[in-house]
């Protein structure tokens, strides 16, 4: 198992790009989520799902959007970047659908937007 | 006020040390998370509970709900346990809200 995948590992952007973080896993986990970890604070979330089909908003919506088309896929994507935005992120996943079971992060991106 | 508070927010031992780490919380929960941080940034969960401790190999969590503390213990400590961790509580609405870590050093 591969267990949660994160690409890319490092991006730059310029503001007013868009891009899409890919996170995929192979554990068939329904519940996974993005977060993101800035300096001095805790991880705060994105956007989740508890399933193919299934977003919902978390603490730190804005400028991001996620849909979940497979089980495994889970790609956040930043319509216009900004440098707010500059941050390093990860995905989780867990089995079940909540946040009660064993967490499971990818290895995170961390993105710079200039 | 931080919803989660952690403490130290970096703590320095010599190898063999026993070490409590800290997590105070102002809201209810239901359940509280450990995780690490390792220095190249991958996180791992460590313990979920509910109440009471659990153990695994040389890391203790304990919780009690009512008083709204948790601590992480790890007797004899090495470098590789040289690490962040990171307490994240489970709230009403199911999310996870997360402390901003304790940095831990571990000295040979």
């Known amino acids: 198992n591969a267990g949660v995948t994160q690409t890319p590992k490092f991006q730059v952007l310029k503001t007013g790009q868009s891009m899409t973080l890919q996170c995929a896993q192979d554990?068939?986990?329904?519940?996974m989520s993005w977060y993101r970890q800035d300096p001095g604070m805790g991880l705060r979330l994105i956007h989740y799902s508890v399933g193919a089909g299934i977003t919902d908003q978390g603490e730190v919506p804005n400028g991001y959007n996620v849909s979940r088309s497979t089980t495994e896929d889970f790609p956040l994507r930043l319509l216009s970047a900004a440098p707010s935005q500059t941050s390093v992120y990860f995905c989780?996943?867990?089995?079940?659908?909540?946040?009660?079971?064993?967490?499971?992060f990818g290895p995170g991106t961390r993105l710079t937007v200039l | 006020k931080n919803e989660v508070e952690q403490s130290p927010q970096n703590l320095t031992a010599q190898e063999g040390e026993f070490i409590t780490i800290n997590c105070s919380y102002s809201v209810g929960i239901s359940a509280l998370h450990w995780l690490q941080q390792h220095p190249g940034g991958g996180i791992v969960s460590l313990f979920m509970l509910s109440s009471g401790k659990k153990k695994h190999g040389r890391l203790i969590a304990t919780i009690n709900i009512q008083e709204k503390h948790s601590s992480l213990h790890i007797t004899a400590s090495h470098p590789r346990d040289s690490a962040v961790y990171i307490c994240?509580?489970?709230?009403?609405?199911?999310?996870?809200?997360f402390g901003t870590g304790t940095r831990l050093t571990i000295i040979p």
């Open positions: 554990m068939n986990h329904e519940y």
């Open positions: 994240a509580v489970i709230t009403g609405n199911e999310k996870l809200t």
């Open positions: 989780a996943s867990s089995s079940g659908t909540s946040v009660y079971n064993e967490q499971f």
